[in-house]
């Protein structure tokens, strides 16, 4: 959610302000690669879980089992807001090469957070195979 909160100011400032603002696409693109890269847990060992003490995997386990489907609702949200606010950039009056470059950051965005939430899927995964019910 808190990309939304990045992505409207951004949005807001160009279609208000447009002479003076300025956004360097390439160094936006490289920020979100950089993002995904450093945050690669399919990276992480299997044994990460190793000395974390069985009732501490248990309630992880519990925890992440009961809030997994909240998250996944934050995810649908997201969509409906990308809808709303790219039918929103189509229907304006602004410059179309800029439209195509906030579109593509918006779904950039998008991927990032998906990309995160394959990430605690993972967590997820290896915490069961470490855990003995």
Same mark, same amino acid.
């Given at each position: #959610?808190?990309?939304?909160?990045? %992505?409207?100011?951004? @949005?807001?400032?160009?279609?208000? !302000?447009?002479?003076? $603002?300025?956004? +360097? @696409?390439? =160094?936006?693109? !490289? *920020?979100? !690669? ?7 847990? =399919?990276? #992480?060992?299997?044994?990460?879980? =190793? *000395?974390?003490?069985? &009732?501490?995997?248990?309630? #992880? ?5 009961? &809030?997994?489907? &909240?998250?996944?609702?934050?995810? +649908?949200? %997201?969509?409906?807001? !990308? ?8 229907? *304006?009056?602004? &410059?179309?090469?800029?439209?195509? =470059? @906030?579109?593509?950051?918006? $779904? +950039? ?6 990309? $995160?939430? *394959? ?9 069961? +195979?470490?855990?003995?019910?």
């Amino acid at each position: #959610m808190k990309i939304i909160y990045l %992505l409207l100011p951004l @949005v807001n400032c160009y279609i208000f !302000n447009r002479p003076s $603002i300025k956004i +360097d @696409v390439v =160094e936006i693109q !490289n *920020s979100i !690669n950089n993002l995904i890269k450093t945050q690669k847990m =399919e990276l #992480m060992h299997n044994n990460i879980f =190793e *000395s974390v003490p069985h &009732d501490v995997k248990l309630f #992880m386990f519990k925890k992440l089992t009961n &809030d997994l489907p &909240d998250f996944h609702k934050q995810g +649908d949200i %997201l969509l409906k807001f !990308n809808d709303n606010l790219i039918t929103f950039i189509m229907n *304006s009056n602004i &410059d179309i090469n800029f439209k195509k =470059e @906030v579109i593509t950051k918006l $779904i +950039d965005f998008t991927l990032w957070g998906d990309h $995160i939430g *394959s990430n605690i899927l993972h967590v997820y995964k290896i915490l069961i +195979d470490n855990l003995t019910f």
